[in-house]
């Protein structure tokens, strides 16, 4: 197919250098250039019947079950003196450890105005995190190091 291709190509120069030829010479290059097309036309067809189809699984998809937490999740934890003293004394799962961290970083303003991704340690988190300035990433694993 790549010869019919360069071929066509070759021909379709020619065609332009020379306007003056009968019409005799147009319908040869015409008739070859049609079935080309035809074939490009066919290979678009099916990928537009495809598209429809993904959207019908998608639907059927939909219906999904809602997700149970993991219990590791869910088990209380007692914090640390260091973490107590930001999130209180009480036993209480990692999620609600890390929620109760994140509105005392929002509540004093401790997120980076620049990048919201860092957290500027004041001296409560600082004990916690050992750094001045720590990304929301490396939280989690610090936290970790608090409870048991």
């Given amino acids: 197919m790549a010869t019919a291709k360069k071929a066509a190509a070759k021909k379709a120069p020619a065609k332009k250098a020379a306007p003056a030829k009968k019409a005799v010479a147009k319908k040869a290059p015409a008739k070859k250039a049609?079935?080309?097309?035809?074939?490009v036309a066919k290979k678009a067809a099916p990928a537009k019947k495809a598209a429809p189809a993904?959207?019908?699984v998608a639907k059927k998809a939909a219906p999904?079950?809602?997700r149970t937490p993991n219990a590791a999740f869910m088990k209380p934890l007692t914090?640390?003196?260091q973490l107590a003293a930001v999130v209180g004394n009480s036993p209480m799962p990692r999620t609600e450890v890390v929620s109760k961290l994140w509105a005392y970083i929002k509540k004093n303003?401790?997120?980076d105005s620049v990048n919201k991704r860092m957290v500027n340690a004041d001296s409560k988190l600082r004990d916690i995190f050992g750094k001045a300035q720590v990304s929301m990433f490396e939280m989690a694993g610090l936290?970790?190091?608090h409870v048991k």
């Fill in 54 to 56: 993904k959207k019908a």
């Fill in 109 to 111: 303003k401790l997120q």
């Fill in 79 to 81: 914090p640390s003196p």
């Fill in 143 to 145: 936290i970790g190091k």
């Fill in 64 to 66: 999904a079950k809602k």
């Fill in 34 to 39: 049609a079935p080309a097309k035809k074939a």
